[in-house]
């Protein structure tokens, strides 16, 4: 086993368990669709965090010929995936089993409420980004500061301005998209 093989394990865990909450998630709101108050913005921030997701597994194959590790680099990377992680499992709203209210269920309110953890994980996430990809991909300091940079005043944003929650979303989903075009 290589090492990257050997530090990808605890990412790659890491990162299923984030997928496994976000497909959870779904597959709980489909059974109590009936209560469900849907809303795109909050189903477009969700795929954003998959796609954040998929993106840090995505990368993280690149890092196959990195030999330089050291456990800064893999607790780094370790608290990334924690950080997606936390993005997932506050992305969506959780049915409390509460048989006579489903309030909990609305879509826009859980994201301008207690969603708004998810945002603050995602603002983590792009705090780990720039030793990424200054300390172990050796890409320029000044992109490698500014891209994550702009994530992080995106999510920022988005927890502490509730009430544009919905334009922000789509800015945010505009900017992973970019990202997934830089790294993928």
Request: glycine content about 6%; some cysteine.
């Amino acid at each position: 086993m290589t090492q990257h093989e050997y530090v990808f394990v605890a990412i790659s865990i890491i990162l299923g368990f984030a997928i496994t909450r976000l497909l959870s998630s779904v597959a709980e709101m489909i059974r109590v669709y009936r209560h469900v108050a849907f809303h795109w913005a909050t189903a477009l921030w969700t795929g954003c965090v998959m796609l954040f997701i998929l993106q840090l597994w995505w990368v993280g194959w690149e890092l196959h010929s990195f030999s330089r590790w050291s456990f800064f680099d893999f607790f780094a990377l370790v608290l990334g995936a924690i950080f997606i992680y936390g993005a997932a499992e506050l992305a969506l709203p959780r049915e409390d089993l509460d048989i006579t209210d489903h309030s909990e269920l609305d879509f826009l309110a859980h994201s301008q409420s207690l969603g708004r953890g998810s945002a603050v994980s995602m603002l983590g996430y792009f705090a780990v980004g720039p030793h990424v990809n200054i300390g172990l991909f050796g890409n320029p300091p000044l992109p490698s500061i500014v891209i994550p940079l702009i994530g992080a005043i995106l999510v920022l944003l988005i927890a502490v301005k509730p009430a544009w929650f919905k334009p922000l979303v789509v800015l945010f989903a505009a900017y992973a998209l970019l990202i997934l075009l830089l790294t993928a």
